[in-house]
């Protein structure tokens, strides 16, 4: 019994527990971004392409790109695991714009999506992607 409350509690996952759960958080949350907000500034999946927000005021296609790539470019590297951290940063860009800019004075379920995005790719880029990636396989490599 003094075993299984412990291992209820306790704070620290096992490594493949992490490395597991890192993985399958990458995936999910990056292909959900891109599915539900990438897609549609292609024009995929809707009668027409989003228009997308210009909040602070960049040049027309400089906002675009960025925008399109944080959404669909950025997030296949956050799956991969291949230089997670610096591919989280644009998305980070992006996700906190659209809350801290775009809907912050709109209502809590308008800063919802945008909010929950920000906080996942935080995490990503504080924990990075876990051993299940590429940036293991280079880490490993110049390490040794």
Do not use: C
């Not at 992006?94 to 809350?99: C, I, P, Q, S």
């Not at 990503?124 to 280079?138: A, E, Q, T």
């Amino acid at each position: 019994m003094k075993k299984a409350i412990y291992h209820i509690t306790s704070v620290f996952p096992a490594a493949t527990s992490f490395h597991l759960t890192m993985l399958v958080f990458r995936i999910l949350v990056s292909v959900q971004l891109m599915t539900t907000h990438g897609l549609k500034k292609l024009g995929v999946g809707v009668e027409q392409a989003e228009n997308i927000p210009n909040p602070l005021g960049l040049p027309e296609q400089l906002n675009s790109y960025f925008a399109t790539a944080a959404n669909l470019f950025f997030p296949v590297l956050v799956i991969s695991g291949f230089f997670t951290r610096l591919a989280a940063l644009p998305i980070l860009a992006v996700t906190m714009t659209g809350y801290f800019v775009l809907h912050w004075n709109d209502s809590l379920l308008e800063k919802d999506m945008p909010f929950m995005y920000s906080v996942s790719f935080l995490l990503i880029l504080v924990l990075g992607p876990g051993k299940y990636s590429i940036d293991h396989l280079i880490n490993k490599k110049i390490s040794y």
